[in-house]
C-alpha cells in the first residue's frame, strides 16, 4: 500500500491544521456559545434517492424529534408505568448476572450469550433466563479484549501485557501470537482473519492476513505510519478485507476499500472524523459514524452502499447522534442503537466524555430514515454490545458502568 505512505506529509500538515481547528473550537465552544438547548421542532420521512436510501434533508412528518442528531424523551416518562416489553416508553431492563464481564456474543444457537467473567476469568453460556454454564474451565487471567470467530468455537484473547492467543473451545486447546499483532477480525466463514503486524520500523508494518492456527501470514499492504487510519474489517460478502482513510477537506474524507488481490474499488466520501464503520450482515450497505465542526464534534451516524460498483450510492445522514458500535442490525436494512439522551460537545474527538451518559434505544430503518424511540430502560445504563436474538424477542446489552449484562424484552 505504497499510494499510503507518500502521503505521509500531506497527513501530518493535515493533522496539524486540524487540531488547530479543533482547539479553536473547542475554546470557542466552551467561553462564547450559548449553553442554551436547541429547540425542538417536526422531524420527517426522509425520501429515497434513485440509489435506494434516504437523501438526508428535512420537513415536517410522522416522527417528531430535536433538530437534526438529537433525541426526544417523553417528559413524563418518571411518572409512567415501566412496561415489561418495549412499547416506546419506560421498558422493564432485566439485570442477567452480577460480575462484571466481557466480550458478550451471541451463541450459535441464536438465543444464549457467550461471556467472559472479569472476576472469576472464566468463560460462560447466558441464558434468557439468567442461568449460567461453563464454557471452559480453563482460567483466562485479567482478558482485556476478546474478538469471536463466526461460529463462535475460537477467540482471539488480548492481556494487558499485550501477550495474544488464539484460543479453542472445541478441543480447548491455544496458539500464541507476536504482541506486534492488533485490531484482528475473523474472515465470514472464520477460516481466515486480517490484522495489522506493527513492528518496531515503520518500514515493516503491515495490513495482513493468517488463517485460523495463526499461521501463513500472507501481507497485504504496507501500512508505513499511516496504521492509525486503516480499520481490519472483513466484509460479510469476502470482498473487502480492510477500510483506511484520507483526508480531503478539514470535515471530509475518502474512505478506500482494501481487497485480498489488489482490487480497484470506488472511493467513499464521508463528512467528518472519528470514522467508526459498521457492515450490514449481507455486506452491501455500510453504516458509519463521524464528527464534524459543523455539529459540536458529536458524532453522527450516516449510511451508504458499500458493494462493488454501488459503493458510495445513497449516502446519507439519519439524525441520529451515536457511535456505529453502539447499533446491531437485525435484517438488511434495519438496526438498534443505543442513543445518549444528550451529549457534550466535542464527545466525538473525546469519547470519554460520554462515558457516563444514559442511553435509550432507537430502532432505524437506514432504507427510508424512519425511526423511532423503542424503549427508554428503566435505570441509568450506558449501553454497549448490543445483541438480538435471532427470533428478535430479547437485546442484550451490557451496562459500561457495572459490566453487567441486561435484557429488554421486544416483543
Known amino acids: 500500500m505504497n499510494f499510503l505512505t507518500k502521503y505521509k506529509k500531506i497527513f501530518i500538515a493535515g493533522g496539524f491544521i486540524l487540531a488547530v481547528f479543533i482547539l479553536g473550537y473547542l475554546l470557542y465552544a466552551l467561553f462564547f456559545k450559548s449553553g442554551q438547548p436547541p429547540a425542538i421542532t417536526p422531524g420527517s420521512e ?101 474478538t469471536w470467530s463466526p461460529d463462535r468455537n475460537k477467540a482471539i484473547l488480548e492481556y494487558p501485557d499485550q501477550a495474544k492467543i488464539i484460543y479453542n473451545f472445541k478441543n480447548n486447546s491455544q496458539v500464541s501470537l507476536p504482541k506486534h499483532w492488533q485490531d484482528f477480525d475473523f474472515s465470514p466463514d472464520g477460516s481466515k482473519i486480517v490484522m495489522k503486524s506493527l513492528a518496531e520500523s515503520a518500514d515493516n508494518r503491515w495490513l495482513a492476513v493468517i488463517n485460523d492456527q495463526g499461521t501463513e501470514a500472507r501481507r497485504v499492504a504496507a501500512l508505513g505510519e499511516n496504521e492509525a487510519t486503516v480499520y481490519p474489517a472483513w466484509s460479510p460478502n469476502n470482498q473487502t478485507i480492510a477500510m483506511f482513510t484520507e483526508g480531503v477537506g478539514l470535515d471530509q474524507q475518502s474512505v478506500f476499500f482494501v481487497g485480498l488481490n489488489d482490487e480497484n474499488f470506488k472511493a467513499l466520501t464521508i463528512e467528518g472524523r472519528g470514522f467508526t464503520p459498521k457492515w450490514s450482515p449481507q455486506g452491501d450497505r455500510l453504516l458509519y459514524s463521524v464528527y464534524s465542526s459543523g455539529n459540536g464534534l458529536k458524532p453522527e451516524l450516516w449510511v451508504a452502499l458499500a458493494q462493488g460498483e454501488s459503493i458510495g450510492a445513497g449516502r ?96
Open 46 to 146: 426522509i425520501p429515497i434517492s434513485q440509489g435506494g436510501l434516504p437523501v438526508a434533508q428535512t420537513g415536517t412528518g410522522q416522527i417528531v424529534e430535536p433538530e437534526p442528531g438529537g433525541v426526544l424523551v417523553p417528559e413524563s416518562v418518571e411518572t409512567a408505568p415501566v412496561s415489561e416489553v418495549a412499547q416506546g416508553g419506560l421498558t422493564q431492563t432485566t439485570e442477567l448476572n452480577q460480575t462484571q464481564s466481557l466480550g458478550a456474543a451471541l451463541s450459535t444457537n441464536g438465543n444464549d450469550l457467550f461471556y467472559y467473567d472479569k472476576q472469576d476469568g472464566k468463560f460462560y453460556r447466558l441464558t434468557k433466563d439468567g442461568k449460567t454454564a461453563l464454557l471452559s474451565d480453563t482460567v483466562f487471567h485479567e482478558v482485556e479484549k476478546i
Open 316 to 411: 446519507a445522514k439519519l439524525n441520529i447522534q451515536t457511535w456505529a458500535d453502539k447499533c446491531v442490525f437485525t435484517s438488511k436494512t434495519e438496526v438498534y442503537c443505543a442513543v445518549p439522551e444528550e451529549l457534550p460537545e466535542g464527545a466525538g474527538l473525546f469519547r470519554e466524555l460520554a462515558q457516563n451518559t444514559k442511553d435509550n434505544l432507537y430502532k432505524i430503518d437506514t432504507q427510508t430514515g424512519f425511526k423511532r424511540l423503542v424503549a427508554i430502560p428503566d435505570g441509568q445504563f450506558t449501553m454497549f454490545d448490543l445483541i438480538v436474538s435471532d427470533n428478535g424477542y430479547y437485546l442484550y446489552f451490557t451496562d459500561a458502568q457495572t459490566g453487567r449484562i441486561n435484557k429488554i424484552k421486544l416483543k
